[in-house]
């Protein structure tokens, strides 16, 4: 990534959207059983499909 830019690692292209997966694909921490976890975002490669990044949308959960 260079000047805040995103480019893909797998073939060099630099268009990308974003994905939601929560419900049961929720992450969830590891130490407290009956927290809901948070969904999480990915950053994905509109030319190939390679995920960029990966984000859960609720940090605070894991604290």
Do not use: R, W
Request: hydrophobic share 30%; aromatic share 6%.
């Amino acid at each position: 990534m260079e000047n805040g830019k995103l480019t893909c690692k797998s073939c060099g292209g630099d268009s990308f959207g974003k994905g939601k997966l929560d419900g049961y694909a929720a992450l969830q921490p590891v130490d407290k059983i009956f927290s809901s976890g948070s969904p999480i975002i990915c950053t994905v490669c509109l030319n190939c499909g390679e995920i960029a990044s990966i984000k859960a949308t609720k940090p605070h959960k894991f604290k």
